[in-house]
């Protein structure tokens, strides 16, 4: 059974941190390029980070970039989500998904959330004084 699980998330200050950590089960990471996508209360939910595992290239949301470090460990098949930095409007459930199967599945392609076809249940991050 394919199974995207996410943990790590919390209630931070701003400026604070927290690592997210998106494990799968009944697959491998390594044919998939798995993005981590964020919906704030009343908003769409957005791409934010995505990692390839063919040469681990990676791509950010610019709201995002140089303050959310995306990483992958194949041997645990484990995909982490740096957040540094953190401000209130990163406030959100985040979410792991991987691509439907098939051409380019293991290239970052698209933050468009229909592009993926396996979801994760969402770990709520909370950034407040």
């Known amino acids: 059974q394919v199974q995207l699980v996410e943990s790590g998330g919390g209630l931070v200050q701003p400026g604070g941190s927290l690592r997210l950590s998106c494990a799968a089960s009944g697959f491998s990471l390594d044919f998939y390029a798995i993005t981590w996508f964020r919906q704030a209360p009343g908003k769409e939910r957005e791409g934010i980070s995505c990692?390839?595992?063919?040469?681990?290239?990676?791509d950010y949301l610019a709201a995002v970039k140089g303050r959310f470090t995306i990483s992958r460990d194949k041997a645990k098949n484990t995909v982490y989500l740096q957040m540094d930095s953190l401000k209130p409007e990163d406030t959100a459930v985040y979410y792991c998904a991987a691509p439907h199967a098939g051409y380019l599945s293991d290239r970052c392609v698209s933050f468009k959330p229909e592009s993926f076809g396996s979801w994760g249940q969402g770990t709520q991050v909370t950034v407040s004084s």
């Open positions: 990692i390839s595992p063919v040469d681990d290239s990676t």
